[in-house]
């Protein structure tokens, strides 16, 4: 099974920070996707295939990675932009997820 | 509009049964995968497993963590997805959601229900 590991596991930012959240693999996968997930609603499918963003998705986010070394990117925070974010790899099963890092607004 | 909606959830004690449902509409049922993932209260998402679609067979594949209690299965003239839950443990509490495969080629998942709660509790 190919861990997950999230870092950091809580973090806060200031409106206009620059955010960047890291998802390290415990073996290579071939790409890494994202959820943000706001307090008592079902994940969102927020950037797939390491650095495409959903429909709907702003673009200060982005994504980038390879191998076991993956990063979601808020280029300027806003406050709308508080929750938890879960990577997860689809390159073997069992499919996981990381234990996500919760951002939150200062 | 692609929706998903789960049904079924509740209280249940140890080592009794359960089965979930979900109506998905808003797309060609058919053509996707399905699964079924699980979050616990203040904890990741974990994957359960998948039904594969009409033209993979509807075949299944599970998270070992759960293989031989849970099974999923489809019925693809009313657009559902099913959950049977067997052998239900305190660590079986979550709210349960399922989710379509997004890719054609990659492991995503594009569109999630809203979630059903299962309380495994005497």
């Known amino acids: 099974e190919i861990v997950l590991t999230q870092s950091p596991t809580t973090m806060a930012a200031s409106p206009g920070e620059k955010v960047t959240l890291t998802c390290r693999a415990s073996?290579?996968?071939?790409?890494m996707h994202w959820y943000q997930q706001r307090s008592g609603a079902s994940p969102k499918l927020w950037i797939y295939e390491t650095s495409k963003l959903a429909s709907g998705v702003p673009n200060r986010f982005s994504g980038s990675g390879s191998g076991t070394s993956y990063s979601l990117t808020i280029n300027s925070m806003e406050t709308e932009d508080a929750a938890t974010y879960y990577c997860q790899q689809g390159s073997s099963y069992p499919l996981t997820f990381g234990s996500g890092t919760k951002l939150e607004i200062k | 509009e692609v929706k998903l909606l789960e049904s079924g959830g509740g209280l249940v004690q140890p080592g009794g049964s359960m089965r979930l449902s979900c109506a998905a509409s808003?797309?060609?049922?058919?053509?996707?995968?399905m699964n079924w993932i699980r979050q616990p209260a203040g904890k990741a998402p974990e994957w359960l497993g998948f039904?594969?679609?009409?033209?993979?067979?509807?075949?299944?594949e599970y998270n070992p963590s759960v293989k031989g209690r849970f099974t999923i299965s489809r019925d693809n003239t009313q657009n559902m997805l099913y959950l049977q839950m067997n052998t239900l443990r305190a660590e079986d509490t979550a709210t349960y959601y399922c989710?379509?495969?997004?890719?054609?080629?990659?492991?995503?998942?594009?569109?999630w229900g809203p979630g059903t709660m299962v309380t495994v509790s005497s």
């Open positions: 039904i594969r679609n009409k033209a993979n067979g509807y075949t299944t």
């Open positions: 073996s290579s996968v071939s790409y």
């Open positions: 989710a379509r495969k997004g890719g054609a080629r990659y492991w995503y998942f594009d569109f």
């Open positions: 808003g797309f060609t049922f058919t053509d996707f995968y």
